[in-house]
């Protein structure tokens, strides 16, 4: 087994893999908590906040690590499968410590925090000894933005420098400030602990954070990427951060979002919050969503999109199949393309028929999709219930079924995770991030220890 190294920077944890002693990976670390104490002393780690499937964070105390490396933690084998919950003396190293300003004690400079190395000392306890952070400046030399925080360092600051200001590491003595809360602390090296990780999981990491670090992490997201995490999220926190951000950073997120989650989250809004969101949208945007808001909740036209797959009757199964080979749409979409005469945006002209990707596969690519698409199911209306609308996917074996108006033209698609989404109590998403297990007594002394030895006067480290 490899050895652990001596120190280990937490943003460099950020979703690796926690195996158990037999290899099997039982989830992915997702923070580090540690207990601040009082200057000059270390903060003293805690453990490691893991989310093991599905979505569930759980405390795996770091006397149970056995061993670090750069692509894993392996513990014991023992974790409590109760949710973590912060305690307030505790703190979250990658939520609450990183992008915060603090002082550097020998110069009096404002820095910002990009990184924490924590240490195992002598008696195997693991203390944040090192603090990453990043001074901003202009004209240094230098190439790159990277700094190398792998090895145990030959002094106090390992300095490397960018064009842009510099980057360096110190002890925790020499800084000052952390603390103390701060107002307006950004995101970005938060988010870039978590660049790789999906919108589902990212959405669970800033449902954990409170309610500041929430809108600090939207405020720092593109906008894209955003809308992924919002479409994930509980609609307490959707209606949340929307409602912290800038109108009109409000509703370019909004038109980034997919319409049918767009329009669910607008009709959680108040009528006049909801009007001036629509009003700074592009029209080609707020129109379709206008038209989903004017259905029943419950019923096929309010759960559906507007946006299918949509092809004209001359195209070719090469040119659907290219449609449905676009990375970004949702799977359940990509399983059927809808023939549709002119217009081929919704609503469009006469729907013709359906044909599903595995037909498409099994068929030269010059045929033409009109030779080859299903007619013999029939299309549902707007106004069919949730309870009709789930009868016919399960009749038929379908994941998306195509929604017409009475002049036969397509206004959307209903998928089988639109529908699960509407069969599942309202806060399925919650109840899924915030599920309990039963507590475990010896683990709950092991942490209650762990941070009476935090709390002890003296303590250096060895």
Do not use: K
């Given at each position: 087994?490899?050895?652990?190294?001596?120190?280990?920077?937490?943003?460099?944890?950020a979703g690796i893999a926690v195996f158990d002693p037999a290899g099997d990976q039982i989830g992915r670390v997702r923070d580090v908590v540690v207990v601040l104490r009082p200057p000059p002393r270390p903060p003293r780690v805690l453990g490691l906040v893991?989310?093991?499937?599905?979505?569930?964070?759980?405390?795996?105390?770091?006397?149970?690590v056995t061993n670090i490396d750069a692509g894993a933690v392996i513990f014991d084998g023992r974790i409590n499968m109760r949710r973590f919950e912060k305690r307030g003396s505790?703190?979250?190293?990658?939520?609450?410590?990183?992008?915060?300003?603090?002082?550097?004690?020998?110069?009096?400079?404002?820095?910002?925090?990009?990184?924490l190395g924590m240490e195992q000392t002598r008696s195997r306890d693991w203390l944040i000894t090192k603090v990453a952070v990043h001074r901003s400046g202009?004209?240094?030399?230098?190439?790159?933005?990277?700094?190398?925080?792998?090895?145990?360092?030959?002094?106090?600051?390992?300095?490397?420098?960018?064009?842009?200001?510099?980057?360096?590491?110190?002890e925790w003595a020499a800084i000052s400030g952390l603390g103390m809360p701060e107002e307006g602390q950004g995101a970005a090296s938060l988010i870039a602990a978590f660049e790789r990780m999906r919108a589902p999981d990212l959405a669970n990491v800033v449902h954990e954070l409170s309610a500041k670090r929430r809108a600090e992490?939207?405020?720092?997201?593109?906008d894209r990427r955003l809308a992924d995490v919002l479409e994930e999220l509980p609609e307490d926190d959707q209606v949340e951060i929307l409602g912290k951000l800038e109108l009109d950073r409000a509703a370019d997120v909004l038109e980034e979002m997919g319409p049918d989650d767009a329009a669910d989250l607008l009709g959680e809004l108040p009528s006049e919050q909801r009007e001036r969101l629509?009003?700074?949208?592009?029209?080609?945007?707020?129109?379709?969503?206008?038209?989903?808001?004017?259905?029943?909740?419950?019923?096929?036209?309010?759960?559906?999109?507007?946006?299918?797959?949509?092809v004209p009757p001359d195209a070719t199964v090469a040119e659907a199949l290219a449609q449905i080979r676009n990375p970004d749409l949702n799977p359940a979409l990509a399983a059927q393309v809808y023939v549709c005469r002119a217009p081929n945006e919704t609503p469009t002209g006469r729907y013709l028929g359906t044909v599903h990707f595995q037909r498409l596969l099994r068929e030269p690519p010059p045929?033409?999709?009109?030779?080859?698409?299903?007619?013999?199911?029939?299309?549902?209306?707007?106004?069919?219930?949730?309870?009709?609308?789930?009868?016919?996917?399960?009749?038929?074996?379908l994941v998306s079924v195509p929604i017409v108006d009475v002049n036969g033209r397509l206004l959307g698609a209903v998928t089988v995770d639109d529908v699960l989404d509407h069969l599942l109590p309202d806060d399925w998403r919650e109840s899924v991030m915030e599920t309990d297990a039963e507590i475990d007594e010896e683990e709950e002394a092991l942490r209650d220890a762990e941070a009476a030895r935090a709390a002890e006067n003296g303590d250096p480290l060895q």
């Open positions: 087994m490899t050895a652990t190294p001596s120190r280990v920077f937490v943003a460099r944890l893991v989310e093991v499937p599905p979505h569930r964070l759980v405390f795996l105390p770091i006397t149970r505790e703190t979250l190293a990658l939520g609450e410590m990183l992008d915060r300003r603090v002082e550097l004690a020998d110069s009096g400079d404002h820095v910002v925090v990009i990184d202009g004209g240094l030399s230098g190439h790159g933005h990277r700094w190398a925080g792998g090895g145990r360092g030959t002094g106090a600051r390992l300095s490397l420098r960018r064009r842009r200001g510099e980057t360096f590491v110190v992490v939207a405020a720092a997201l593109d629509l009003a700074l949208m592009q029209p080609e945007d707020a129109a379709p969503l206008r038209r989903l808001l004017s259905y029943a909740d419950n019923t096929a036209g309010g759960m559906m999109t507007s946006e299918p797959v949509i045929t033409l999709v009109s030779a080859i698409c299903d007619t013999e199911l029939d299309p549902l209306r707007p106004g069919l219930p949730l309870e009709a609308v789930s009868n016919y996917l399960a009749t038929y074996n």
